[in-house]
């Protein structure tokens, strides 16, 4: 039987307030689900795009079992229920696949007749503010809400089902582009600010569910470049079997309010679990991050690391919460959770929150926090030998980010 490893607390929304998204109108723009019948070229998006109707009966019952539980521990995921785009992929078993998100998206919205004339209200957003901030639904005021849509809300679901021996790696791009649809120019690793510059409030919300067999491997890259006046929350829940391997690396650049919710459970024997964050507040400058992590040791012998960099200047926020569980009567789970922190401006600010939640003895597990500044005495010795102080902290900000930044390289 699967339980919820976690339960909503009312505190896991302390460093966020929706007030503002609660007294907004926001319309839902609204897609039909796609089905596969052979008008969607996998060749041309480099995945196999299907319904959960191509799964086995037996596995499809457990994926299926596996996020009906697992959702109602992400506010997020639990009170969205309709979707501009609900993608099921599918990597069978002893297959490799690339796979890019972005594409799959917009390739499914063309596949639905487009999108633009679907529009209803969201009425989930109140509910949504009012049990955020740990009220009943009926005590959020609708006279609080504008009464005209002044913002577009987008809902996409995307499922990922990595099979026995399967292999996947996906890139995830998150950004302005999908306000309009347009392509995405994925030469460059390069965060590209042009991105950012649309003028329209939106708010995207995705939910990411990954189902790792045995033995699977899967390796993300999610680039989070959204516009500077945006909402982007996201709810990744990820669950795996026996001897499977998860790696995910973040750069969270972009949006106004961002707010990134990760869910993991081992729950088989050697599962291994890595997870890497970039925030910088390239897009607002008064930007407002928060990460919260939950990663839950269900059984022995499993491995996870976090390690999450926040590059804050301006007057940028980030929250980070992130709670390790390791099960009672398991044994030789090892886990680590650290967050590092660099403030390039006396108006940036963050909180750090790692948590370990322990009840095994026979565990190697450590977390930790660190907050600081660039080193003055290093920019004195970089300018006395003939180093811009420009070029100087430039150095600095990309050796303290270089440990995130070279695994993108390191999973490709």
């Known amino acids: 039987m699967i339980e919820t490893s976690y339960k909503i607390q009312k505190n896991d929304w302390r460093f966020t307030d929706l007030a503002k998204l609660g007294r907004e109108r926001f319309t839902l723009l609204k ?38 539980k697992f959702e109602t521990a992400s506010l997020i995921a639990k009170e969205n229920k309709e979707w501009t785009s609900d993608i099921f992929i599918y990597v069978p078993d002893g297959l490799e696949e690339d796979i890019s998100i972005g594409d799959i998206v917009r390739e499914a919205s063309c596949l639905s007749g487009g999108l633009s004339s679907n529009f209803h209200e969201q009425e989930t957003i109140p509910a949504l503010v009012g049990k955020a901030r740990g009220l009943p639904a009926e005590t959020v005021s609708e006279s609080a809400v504008n009464s005209s849509a002044t913002a577009v809300l987008r809902n996409f679901r995307v499922t990922v089902v990595v099979g026995k021996n399967a292999k996947a790696r996906i890139k995830e791009n998150m950004d302005a582009g999908f306000s309009t649809w347009g392509s995405l120019d994925k030469s460059s690793d390069e965060y590209d600010v042009s991105r950012t510059t649309s003028t329209n409030e939106y708010w995207h919300n995705y939910i990411m569910r990954y189902y790792l067999d045995e033995d699977a491997s899967l390796t993300i890259e999610r680039n989070q470049n959204e516009a500077a006046n945006a909402t982007h929350f996201s709810a990744s829940l990820i669950y795996q079997k026996a001897n499977s391997d998860f790696k995910l690396v973040i750069f969270n650049y972009g949006a106004q309010t961002a707010r990134s919710e990760i869910f ?42 976090q390690r999450i960099k926040n590059v804050l200047d301006r007057n940028g926020y980030a929250a980070f919460q992130g709670s390790i569980i390791v099960r009672e009567g398991t044994k030789d789970n090892v886990a680590e959770q650290s967050c590092a922190s660099l403030l390039l401006s ?56 270089e440990e995130v930044i070279l695994k993108r390289y390191a999973y490709a």
């Open 31 to 68: 897609g039909d689900k796609v089905e596969s019948d052979g008008k969607l070229d996998s060749k041309k998006i480099g995945a196999q795009f299907v319904t959960s109707s191509t799964l086995d009966a037996e596995l499809k019952n457990d994926v299926e079992k596996v996020f009906a």
């Open 346 to 401: 006396p108006m940036a600010k963050i909180d750090a929150l790692p948590q370990l939640k322990i009840f095994s003895k026979d565990v190697k597990c450590k977390h930790g926090a660190t907050t600081g500044n660039l080193n003055d005495e290093e920019l004195f010795y970089m300018m006395s030998r003939g180093i811009s102080e420009e070029v100087a902290r430039a150095m600095q900000i990309e050796a303290f980010e």
């Open 264 to 305: 993991n459970i081992l729950d088989g024997d050697n599962a291994r679990s890595e997870i890497y964050g970039l925030v910088k507040n390239v897009a607002c400058e008064s930007a407002h991050f928060d990460i919260f992590l939950n990663i839950d040791h269900r059984v022995s012998n499993c491995t996870s690391y």
